[in-house]
C-alpha cells in the first residue's frame, strides 16, 4: 500500500507565495505515470493543475503557467509545488496524486488527503 501525504497550505494575500509538499512512502515506484497535483474548489470539479514524470517532464494547466512549478527528489519520495502570484481563484483544496499504472493505463491514483490553500485580497 503507497501512503501519499501532503501538506503546507494554508492563509495567504493575493501576490503571496506557498510551496505545498507531497511525501510518498517508499512502496511508490516512479513511473512514466508520474505524480500530479490536483486542486478542487468549492462547487468545482476537481482538475489537473500540473504534473511530473519520472524523467522531470513536466505539465502545467494553462491557468497556472508561469506561476507554479513542480519539481521532486525521488530520493526523498517528494513532490512540490512551489505557487507564486497566488490569486483568490487559486483557492482550493489541493490534492497530491501519485500515478500507477493498471491494465497499461496511467489513470489510476494514490491519493493524498488534501490540503486547503486560501488566496484572500
Known amino acids: 500500500q503507497v501512503q501519499v501525504k501532503d501538506s503546507g497550505g494554508g492563509s495567504v494575500q493575493a501576490g503571496g507565495s506557498l510551496k505545498l509538499t507531497c511525501v510518498l512512502s517508499s512502496t511508490y515506484h516512479f513511473t512514466t505515470c508520474g505524480v500530479d497535483w490536483y486542486r478542487q474548489a468549492p462547487g468545482k470539479e476537481r482538475e489537473l493543475v500540473s504534473s511530473?514524470?519520472?524523467?522531470?517532464?513536466?505539465e502545467y494547466a494553462d491557468s497556472v503557467k508561469g506561476r507554479f512549478t513542480i519539481s521532486q527528489d525521488r530520493a526523498k519520495y517528494t513532490i512540490y509545488l512551489q505557487m507564486k502570484s497566488l490569486k483568490i481563484e487559486d483557492t482550493a483544496v489541493y490534492f497530491c496524486?501519485?500515478?500507477?499504472?493498471?491494465?497499461?493505463?496511467?489513470?489510476?491514483?494514490?491519493w493524498g488527503q488534501g490540503t486547503q490553500v486560501t488566496v484572500s485580497s
Open positions: 496524486a501519485a500515478g500507477y499504472s493498471r491494465d497499461n493505463k496511467c489513470d489510476s491514483h494514490y
Open positions: 511530473i514524470s519520472i524523467d522531470d517532464t513536466v
